[in-house]
């Protein structure tokens, strides 16, 4: 069983920065494509970024391309993402997710593992 957990949410101000975090395990050994979306309560989930689990290729999603970067730990299995001048907008539950092969890297569909979510806040 792999357990995908985030952390590092929290209430911050317009043009606040904030750095969430995830950790995968369960499988020794085991290499997963690890990816960020998040979901504005009524909505759809929306892909922010996944790093590949070979070569650890970075894509971003279009919404925040240039303000959101997303890095791995020294271990293969920490993921971050750090998110630089926020907005109101960026108001969601922050989901980490995690698969062997994602077939879709943008899509949630093609991902096994998620975490409970991180809520993020941003006051205007």
């Known amino acids: 069983q792999v357990q995908v957990a985030e952390s590092g949410g929290g209430l911050v101000h317009t043009g606040d920065s904030l750095r969430l975090s995830c950790t995968a395990s369960?499988?020794?050994?085991?290499?997963?494509?690890m990816a960020w979306f998040r979901q504005v309560e009524g909505k759809e989930f929306e892909f922010l970024a996944q790093?590949?689990?070979?070569?650890?290729?970075?894509r971003y999603g279009n919404s925040v391309k240039g303000r959101f970067t997303m890095s791995r730990g020294d271990t293969k299995t920490t993921v971050y993402l750090q998110m630089n001048d926020l907005k109101p907008e960026d108001t969601a539950v922050y989901y980490c997710?995690?698969?062997?092969?994602?077939?879709?890297?943008?899509?949630?569909?093609?991902?096994?593992?998620w975490g409970q979510g991180t809520q993020v806040t941003v006051s205007s």
């Open positions: 369960g499988r020794a050994g085991s290499v997963y494509a």
């Open positions: 790093i590949s689990e070979i070569g650890g290729r970075i």
């Open positions: 997710a995690a698969d062997e092969r994602p077939y879709e890297f943008y899509s949630r569909r093609s991902y096994d593992y």
